[in-house]
């Protein structure tokens, strides 16, 4: 998954325009996503990705998009 | 009697006030360090002169600062208003505009949303006297005055007023004293068997009526009380792992949510866990199935409103099926039974709230000779057990916080080109229930700018999940039909 189709992925699931959302975007106080939000969208990205989010958790960064993106690619490799 | 919180704590026998009570992501709190946070309090708060009868405004995120000025205020009898930093500049600036605060405490940032600003410019609009505390860590507090007549004081003994959103966009203010939150603590206290050894851990906002209830009975009975400030849940599971609990009070979706994450690590996270108290949403069969592997552990269901407290628990685990025990002192009774069985539940207790805040109208609407229509719809079998199977009103309760339609409608109106606004709650695996709007526009407008204009005026919570652009909103009866606009909900949606 491209960093563009994850961008894409999360404009989906939180309804933010897609051009808001940027690698250093803070998904709290930037996108203001909540933390049920967060979950959901841990696990439709990670549905998407066939990851096992409770496996992967405790290595993901939450903080940013980019964070999150790099962790993501970084367990599938 | 007013102001007399601070004695019903720490005036208890065996007091060992060295006991740490209280951890948060701040730190650790012992009763002692609570004291001294009071008196600090206490002594900002004489500067400014009396306060009795004056509403103090809390937005503090911090809760040992929110404990300590919570106790400051009451001991000086004033009227203590906690409100949610979790709200955003419209449903903030309507609680101000209907609590009419004298004395705000505030964050001045939090989560990116500038709370300072909001505050002034509500102050600067109403051109009465209101003095603002604003900090950056709620520990070191800056004062400020704007100035103007006075706004009269109360003269009701209340010692708290807890808000909520109303259905026509005007709030509501539940107001409570004394007696309503040692009737909850006796509650609370039965239904988790809370002792001096414990360790509770809680995900439950402070600032509603339930989560200050719950800080309150903790502390008082001295039990250690581990509450998490940050409802991101890097943070939570951070807490939960240094301070293994072995009570948990939350949301079955926060709870879900929290299991779904940390689910391989069951020793460090529920191994130690006796007991599992969960309320504010309504227990899901895919809830029960989530959690069924949890062992040793009991997870209790708890019932409760604002206005009355908790009324009932579910005695067994409620992984063996629901069965209500009344908490000590609490009547319940169903009314208007229809043919099928299915009444409106009534609850009376000794203390219940004091009213509405300002609406005795509404009051009354709700809570005759001591009774409360709870507006929840169940089902008597076999004698007593109760079966909820519905809401006569549409509140929708995502991830433990209520969101009213009403509010939401009403916000999506605002907007130029919606026309008509519907907004129903469909059940939702990780939410408990989604927030989900059907607008008629006109002119040309898309989904998107909608969201858009939700986003920064309330609660992210409360922002729609799902906007659907129709053509008409269905009529039944000569009323919007929920029913069909929630089957389509479930039809357009994934899952």
Same mark, same amino acid.
């Given at each position: 998954m #491209?960093?563009?189709?994850?961008?894409?992925?999360?404009?989906?699931?939180?309804?933010?325009?897609?051009?808001?959302?940027?690698?250093? #975007?803070?998904?709290?106080?930037?996108l203001g996503i909540d933390s049920l939000q967060m979950v959901n969208l841990l696990i439709e990205v990670a549905a998407k990705l066939k990851l096992e989010l409770h496996?992967?958790?405790?290595?993901?960064?939450?903080?940013?998009?980019?964070?999150?993106?790099?962790?993501?690619?970084?367990?599938?490799? | 009697m007013m102001g007399s919180l601070y004695q019903w704590i720490f005036n208890s026998e065996n007091l060992d006030v060295n006991k740490k009570v209280l951890t948060t992501q701040t730190g650790d709190f012992s009763l002692y360090d609570i004291q001294k946070g009071v008196e600090i309090y206490i002594s900002l708060l004489k500067r400014i002169g009396a306060i009795r009868g004056k509403r103090v405004a809390l937005i503090v995120p911090s809760v040992p600062s929110f404990l300590n000025l919570l106790l400051a205020v009451n001991q000086l009898e004033g009227i203590i208003v906690p409100i949610s930093p979790f709200l955003r500049k419209d449903d903030l600036t309507k609680i101000l505009e209907f609590i009419k605060p004298h004395i705000v405490f505030t964050i001045k940032q939090y989560n990116g949303f500038d709370f300072s600003k909001t505050v002034y410019d509500w102050a600067h609009s109403i051109k009465e006297e209101t003095v603002i505390f604003e900090s950056d860590d709620c520990l070191n507090w800056g004062t400020l005055v704007v100035e103007g007549p006075p706004k009269p004081v109360e003269n009701e003994c209340i010692d708290i007023i807890g808000c909520t959103s109303g259905s026509t966009g005007i709030p509501k203010g539940v107001m409570v004293d004394l007696e309503f939150i040692k009737f909850t603590a006796e509650a609370l206290s039965t239904s988790m068997v809370?002792?001096?050894?414990?360790?509770?851990?809680?995900?439950?906002?402070?600032?509603?009526?339930?989560?200050?209830?719950?800080?309150?009975?903790?502390?008082?009975?001295?039990?250690?009380f581990v509450v998490t400030e940050s409802f991101?849940?890097?943070?939570?599971?951070?807490?939960?792992?240094?301070?293994?609990?072995?009570?948990?009070v939350t949301s079955p979706s926060l709870f879900r949510a929290l299991y779904l994450l940390t689910r391989d690590d069951e020793d460090t996270f529920y191994k130690p866990l006796t007991i599992v108290g969960l309320g504010g949403e309504s227990i899901s069969p895919d809830f029960i199935q989530t959690v069924s592997s949890i062992k040793n552990c009991k997870m209790i269901n708890m019932y409760g409103l604002s206005e009355l407290g908790c009324i009932m628990f579910s005695k067994n685990d409620i992984r063996t099926g629901i069965e209500w025990a009344l908490t000590p002192g609490a009547e319940i009774n169903v009314v208007n039974v229809s043919d099928e069985g299915i009444g409106e539940l009534t609850v009376k207790t000794p203390n219940g709230f004091l009213g509405?805040?300002?609406?005795p109208d509404l009051t009354e609407e709700v809570y005759r000779n001591g009774w409360f229509y709870t507006g929840d719809l169940v089902r008597v079998t076999n004698g007593a057990k109760i079966e909820f199977v519905g809401r006569k009103k549409d509140m929708i309760k995502k991830g433990g916080q209520q969101v009213i339609p009403g509010e939401i409608e009403k916000l999506l109106t605002d907007h130029p080109n919606v026309e008509k606004a519907v907004v129903v709650g469909v059940p939702h695996s990780i939410f408990g229930e989604q927030v989900v709007?059907?607008?008629?526009?006109?002119?040309?407008?898309?989904?998107?700018?909608?969201?858009?204009?939700?986003?920064?005026?309330?609660?992210?919570?409360k922002v729609p999940d799902q906007i659907?652009?129709?053509?008409?909103?269905p009529v039944s009866q000569g009323k919007v039909d929920k029913v069909t606009l929630r089957q389509w909900a479930l039809e357009k949606n994934y899952k």
């Amino acid at each position: 998954m #491209s960093f563009e189709e994850f961008r894409q992925l999360i404009s989906e699931i939180s309804k933010i325009p897609v051009e808001q959302i940027n690698k250093n #975007s803070s998904f709290r106080n930037d996108l203001g996503i909540d933390s049920l939000q967060m979950v959901n969208l841990l696990i439709e990205v990670a549905a998407k990705l066939k990851l096992e989010l409770h496996m992967i958790q405790s290595r993901l960064d939450f903080q940013t998009v980019g964070g999150l993106y790099e962790s993501f690619v970084k367990e599938r490799e | 009697m007013m102001g007399s919180l601070y004695q019903w704590i720490f005036n208890s026998e065996n007091l060992d006030v060295n006991k740490k009570v209280l951890t948060t992501q701040t730190g650790d709190f012992s009763l002692y360090d609570i004291q001294k946070g009071v008196e600090i309090y206490i002594s900002l708060l004489k500067r400014i002169g009396a306060i009795r009868g004056k509403r103090v405004a809390l937005i503090v995120p911090s809760v040992p600062s929110f404990l300590n000025l919570l106790l400051a205020v009451n001991q000086l009898e004033g009227i203590i208003v906690p409100i949610s930093p979790f709200l955003r500049k419209d449903d903030l600036t309507k609680i101000l505009e209907f609590i009419k605060p004298h004395i705000v405490f505030t964050i001045k940032q939090y989560n990116g949303f500038d709370f300072s600003k909001t505050v002034y410019d509500w102050a600067h609009s109403i051109k009465e006297e209101t003095v603002i505390f604003e900090s950056d860590d709620c520990l070191n507090w800056g004062t400020l005055v704007v100035e103007g007549p006075p706004k009269p004081v109360e003269n009701e003994c209340i010692d708290i007023i807890g808000c909520t959103s109303g259905s026509t966009g005007i709030p509501k203010g539940v107001m409570v004293d004394l007696e309503f939150i040692k009737f909850t603590a006796e509650a609370l206290s039965t239904s988790m068997v809370l002792s001096k050894e414990d360790r509770l851990f809680g995900m439950v906002p402070v600032s509603g009526l339930f989560g200050l209830c719950l800080l309150l009975t903790a502390i008082k009975r001295q039990v250690h009380f581990v509450v998490t400030e940050s409802f991101s849940f890097p943070d939570i599971i951070q807490l939960l792992k240094e301070h293994s609990a072995n009570k948990l009070v939350t949301s079955p979706s926060l709870f879900r949510a929290l299991y779904l994450l940390t689910r391989d690590d069951e020793d460090t996270f529920y191994k130690p866990l006796t007991i599992v108290g969960l309320g504010g949403e309504s227990i899901s069969p895919d809830f029960i199935q989530t959690v069924s592997s949890i062992k040793n552990c009991k997870m209790i269901n708890m019932y409760g409103l604002s206005e009355l407290g908790c009324i009932m628990f579910s005695k067994n685990d409620i992984r063996t099926g629901i069965e209500w025990a009344l908490t000590p002192g609490a009547e319940i009774n169903v009314v208007n039974v229809s043919d099928e069985g299915i009444g409106e539940l009534t609850v009376k207790t000794p203390n219940g709230f004091l009213g509405y805040y300002q609406r005795p109208d509404l009051t009354e609407e709700v809570y005759r000779n001591g009774w409360f229509y709870t507006g929840d719809l169940v089902r008597v079998t076999n004698g007593a057990k109760i079966e909820f199977v519905g809401r006569k009103k549409d509140m929708i309760k995502k991830g433990g916080q209520q969101v009213i339609p009403g509010e939401i409608e009403k916000l999506l109106t605002d907007h130029p080109n919606v026309e008509k606004a519907v907004v129903v709650g469909v059940p939702h695996s990780i939410f408990g229930e989604q927030v989900v709007a059907f607008v008629v526009v006109r002119g040309k407008v898309d989904t998107g700018e909608l969201y858009s204009f939700c986003q920064d005026k309330v609660a992210r919570y409360k922002v729609p999940d799902q906007i659907f652009i129709v053509d008409e909103i269905p009529v039944s009866q000569g009323k919007v039909d929920k029913v069909t606009l929630r089957q389509w909900a479930l039809e357009k949606n994934y899952k």
